[in-house]
């Protein structure tokens, strides 16, 4: 008997101070864990050597890009370092129709605004580094660190860290395996939520069954 099996996907929003690990977890995320993309957000900014429109940003004019907002095509938008960047909902959208979870790596704003475009969909994580020395070294470790880039990420991090009661789930990344074992577990026990398991044809199914053979 074929069921339809037909389950919706998870918004799995991602935040941290810079530095905490949320790009080594979420990578780490769609590598292995099946029917797991990326978002890909709109921006207005130029497109950086080994980068592909579609894959790494949907490119933009700002005059395309306001459009869109008068248009309300995006889920949220912001303003960051003088550039464009938006959430687009038409995509969003097609993606969670057709059972795909996606992974969004946003700052605490984006966050907020799209668990509240999205209350039934979003499933958030916020990550927590061991200890400021750790954060530091860290950020002091990563390519390309400069002593200016670090320091005002330092600086940010407070700010960052009081958000994090605003989110449904934290994990302390200290070790990296043991964090990510957590976020893994967080994705799959929230796809067998009851209303997001597209199970009711299922279960209809196999009481018709059931009853057919006259249990
Ligand atoms: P974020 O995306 O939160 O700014 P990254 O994922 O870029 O942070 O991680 C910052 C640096 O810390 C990277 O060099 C990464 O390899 C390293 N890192 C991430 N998680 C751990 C961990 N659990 N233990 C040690 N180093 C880590
Ligand atoms: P970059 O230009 O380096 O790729 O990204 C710059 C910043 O823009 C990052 O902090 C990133 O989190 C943020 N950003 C990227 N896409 C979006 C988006 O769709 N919405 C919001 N609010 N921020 C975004």
């Known amino acids: ?111 907020r605004s799209l668990k509240t475009a999205m209350p039934g969909d979003v499933v958030s994580v916020f990550i927590l580094p061991p200890s400021i020395d750790q954060l530091k070294a860290r950020l002091e470790g990563r390519e390309g660190a400069t002593p200016e880039g670090v320091l005002a990420r330092l600086a940010g991090a407070a700010n960052d860290i009081r958000r994090w009661a605003e989110y449904d789930h934290v994990i302390v990344n200290d070790d990296l395996d043991a964090a990510f074992d957590v976020l893994r577990s967080i994705v799959r026990t929230r796809r067998s939520v009851r209303e997001k398991a597209g199970l009711g044809a299922f279960v209809d199914d196999l009481l018709k069954s059931a009853e057919g053979e006259g249990f």
Do not use: N
Request: overall charge neutral.
């Open 1 to 111: 008997m074929s069921s339809e099996r037909r389950r919706r996907g998870l918004m799995i929003v991602v935040s941290s101070p810079s530095g905490a690990g949320k790009t080594t977890l979420c990578k780490r995320l769609l590598a292995s864990e099946p029917g797991v993309m990326s978002s890909v957000s709109v921006t207005t900014r130029p497109m950086r050597p080994r980068e592909a429109e579609g894959s790494d940003y949907l490119f933009r004019t700002e005059a395309e890009f306001r459009a869109m907002v008068d248009r309300s095509e995006f889920l949220e938008w912001a303003e960051v370092f003088g550039r464009l960047y938006g959430t687009p909902r038409a995509e969003v959208e097609a993606r969670l129709a057709s059972g795909v979870d996606i992974v969004f790596d946003l700052d605490w704003q984006g966050a």
